[in-house]
């Protein structure tokens, strides 16, 4: 169902200028507060619009997933499904979306009682998987992603309402200053960055190799840079990085020998489930934009 | 005059295997070897390939420099003069060479008293500009530069006998992490890879936007950084970083709203001046292999 008013109005003809947030960050009030984040970090993630932990899992307990991810590679009939993407180059894979559907490993992993606990605080209740990604960023040949807030895509492209979403990324290889890390800028979940040009019809055929549509300006950019510079959180297999959905990222170019997989569960609340996309064409796959299951996720025992 | 044999045979149909150095990384022996670097200073040269001086000029002397970059920018005659680069969207400077030409400022920074005694304890001697330049790699526009050796397309290409020339890399705005600073393969400089492919001629002029013959191969690239990792010193405005001709390096995408500008000034030793080109080709321009004048440079007052 479409709602009268968009509130966030993107992907015009005319650039609107960027304006503040109206949701909270931190959705839980009062008691509901309280859970597995301190109220310091609960506070760091309303300021910066994310929170990072080096080390979160143990090195050991990522080593199966490491291994199931290396199959995949050699996997000819999995490199050809729809939700696999390949590098501009055709030869790497650059994504696998809806990893957590290919393996009950990754699908335990979603539901890791610490992380699920995290999400809920932050989402204030209950949430499922909105999306799910490997993004394999090998040495030398990995592309990098220019800079965007999900929450602008997925507002428009999936129907989403409001920014009451999280994303949780895993780190599977170690991630250093050279091989690509996610970098965020902080502070920038706290404005609504409208985006210039109509959405092509299967554009996420094009974006998810090479953004051009939901790419915020240079000037808009530039400012909320000058403001809360940029972060690149480092760490060593098992790290992870929570983000919220409006926070500006991207990754350069990897140009070392060494391979930046991160896995991204996107958590979403079950308050703020998908309507009709916002910019007037039909929804995306399910592989990107989960429509068809907004149950919400227990704990893995 | 070409010699009978090439020592540094590159640029071939058939890839053959990285060789060790047969020249020496400090030219000066002895006596000689006492000058404005540490016997340690020089012990780093020769086991990293490249030295790095955090504010080695002030600020207050970059300033000058910086305004007169700035009124380039916006010199259409100098955007239209041959030995100035465009990005590839040509809308910015990429590149300006012969920068010591073009100024008089810039060819007295060239004759820096401290640079140059640097310079000539590294080279065993006089030496010569063989090329300058400015990088401006702009704020979200800049791209970035593929690994090389500049010894092998100045070997190749511009006829240079020997492994006896430094590069001093002058930075014009911070280089932080973000703004695609210069990276460097530590101890890369102990080994001479063969680039495979022709050579076409005028290859500079593609050469010098995005660079695909005189490419290290990835496993040679691989062995190299494991062996020695990556570096990407960072400094304030009039940091200085010098190395080696035949140092592995390249840089990213500059991703950030901050322009990385930096000046590079190379050194060639008078012992070590141009023959014809050894991949056979013409010569390049003046602009990029100085072949008019080896007289040696002499400090500035």
Known sequence: MKETQDLFPTRLERKLGMFERIDPVV????????????????????RKGFLSFEGFFDEDEMAAFLEELGDYENDDDLKLSEGTILEPSKQEI????????????????????????????ILGGDAYIHQSRINYKPGFKGKGFDWHS??????????????????????????????????????????????????PENNYKESLKSQEIGVPDDASLRDLMIQGDIEAPKGPVGSLVMFECNTLHGS?????????????????????????PYCGNRPRPEFLANRKDWSPLKPAK
Chains 1, 2 share one sequence.
């Open 27 to 46: 959705h839980s009030e009062g008691e509901q507060r309280k859970g597995p984040l301190s109220e310091a970090e609960l506070d760091e993630f309303e």
């Open 94 to 121: 650059r994504s696998i979306f809806g990893i957590h559907e290919v393996s009950e490993r990754f699908s335990r992993l979603t539901r890791d009682p610490r992380l699920l606990a995290m999400v809920q605080q």
């Open 150 to 199: 999900d929450f602008e895509t997925w507002h428009s492209e999936d129907g989403m309402p409001r920014m009451r979403s999280v994303s949780c990324s895993i780190i599977l290889t170690e991630n250093g200053e050279f091989n690509g890390p996610l970098m965020l800028v902080p502070g920038s979940h706290n404005y609504f960055v409208p985006c210039v040009g109509r959405t």
């Open 252 to 276: 350069n170019i990897n140009m070392s020998c060494w391979p930046r997989s991160n896995l991204f569960f996107v958590y979403n609340s079950v308050e703020n489930t998908l309507h009709d």
